[in-house]
Each structure stands twice: as structure tokens, then as C-alpha cells.
């Protein structure tokens, strides 16, 4: 049974930094590429990062370019995103997703739909 968890959600003031976490199992870590998602209530789910099968390779959605890191390490199953200068307007709850295409080029990582598996996600909350 595959399973995905992230954690290291929570409030922060704007400006701040917050580190989230995503850890797998059921499934075999690197014959995946992983994306964060967020979505706020009453919109669509959208993609923020993704990285490649062995982290060669990294997108970044617009507006937290400069701002947020993503990283992965195969060895433990993990995938993190380093948030910085974080905004009112990233407040959402925040998904990690597993994409069996190992990389998918020119930002259709991002595209909704073509993930595998899904966490429950954890939630960002930015105060002004």
C-alpha cells in the first residue's frame, strides 16, 4: 500500500521561512518524479514545485520563484520544500504528489492530473 505524508506545516508571520516535509513508502522513491501542490478553498488545486526522478531537474511555478526550494533525497524516501519570505497569499493547504513520468519538461509537472499518488496534505498559514 503506497503511502504519502507531509508535515511541517503550520502559522507563520509574512516574511518568515517554514520547511515542509513529504516521506513515502509502498513505493520505490526514485522511479518517481515529485511535485508540491497547494489549493485554497473554493479554487483549484495548483502546482508550486516539482523535481525530477534524481533531482537533476526542478520547476518552479511563478510567483515563488526565488522564494521556495525544493530538494529530495532518494536514500530516505524524502522531499522537502524550503519556503522563504513567505507571503499572506501562499496561505493553502499544501499537497506532495508522485508522478511515475520521472520528469515531465516546460512546467507540465505542474499540470494536476498526471500525479499517481497523493498525501492528505498540511496546512500553510501566512499572517500579514
Known amino acids: 500500500q503506497v503511502q504519502v505524508v507531509e508535515s511541517g506545516g503550520g502559522l507563520v508571520q509574512s516574511g518568515g521561512s517554514l520547511t515542509l516535509s513529504c516521506t513515502t513508502s509502498g513505493l520505490t522513491f526514485d522511479d518517481y518524479a515529485m511535485g508540491w501542490f497547494r489549493q485554497v478553498p473554493g479554487k483549484e488545486r495548483e502546482g508550486v514545485s516539482c523535481i525530477s526522478w534524481n533531482g537533476g531537474k526542478t520547476y518552479y511555478e511563478d510567483s515563488v520563484k526565488g522564494r521556495f526550494t525544493i530538494s529530495r533525497d532518494n536514500a530516505k524516501n524524502t522531499l522537502w520544500l524550503q519556503m522563504n519570505s513567505l507571503k499572506p497569499e501562499d496561505t493553502a493547504m499544501y499537497y506532495c504528489?508522485?508522478?511515475?513520468?520521472?520528469?515531465?519538461?516546460?512546467?507540465?509537472?505542474?499540470?494536476?492530473?498526471?500525479?499517481?499518488?497523493w498525501g492528505q496534505g498540511t496546512q500553510v498559514t501566512v499572517s500579514s
Open positions: 504528489a508522485a508522478d511515475s513520468r520521472l520528469w515531465a519538461s516546460g512546467g507540465s509537472c505542474l499540470v494536476v492530473g498526471s500525479q499517481n499518488y
